[in-house]
């Protein structure tokens, strides 16, 4: 089984930043940490940003410019870093992960981030 734990999330004042944190443990073996999704009250889950282990990044639009997304290899941790944030930033931001052996992915239980105008 895998584990995915966030961390990070908070309330901040629009233009604010957080940086939030992935980490996953147990069955680790080929499994890729593929990044940050968010889920809005109402709305449907969205790609946020995701990477890979050569680097490749891809970013929504709406958050190009503002959000970075990193990764920690050795540690199996990505890491996403907010910036100028915005009142539509509001959500549940989940990290996801999939087995390149089985294709099953996991999530995590989401760290709420909530942006005050």
């Known amino acids: 089984q895998v584990q995915l734990v966030e961390s990070g999330g908070g309330l901040v004042q629009a233009g604010g930043s957080l940086r939030l944190s992935c980490a996953a443990s147990?069955?680790?073996?080929?499994?890729?940490?593929e990044g940050w999704y968010r889920q809005a009250p109402g709305k449907q889950r969205e790609l946020v940003a995701t990477?890979?282990?050569?680097?490749?990044?891809n970013y929504a639009d709406s958050v190009k410019g503002r959000f970075t997304i990193s990764r920690d290899s050795a540690k199996y941790a990505v890491y996403l870093q907010m910036n100028n944030l915005k009142p539509e930033d509001t959500a549940v931001y989940y990290c996801?992960?999939?087995?390149?052996?089985?294709?099953?992915?996991?999530w995590g239980l989401g760290t709420q981030v909530t942006v005050s105008s």
């Open positions: 996801k992960a999939t087995s390149a052996l089985s294709g099953v992915a996991y």
């Open positions: 990477t890979t282990s050569g680097g490749s990044t």
């Open positions: 147990g069955s680790l073996f080929r499994l890729n940490l």
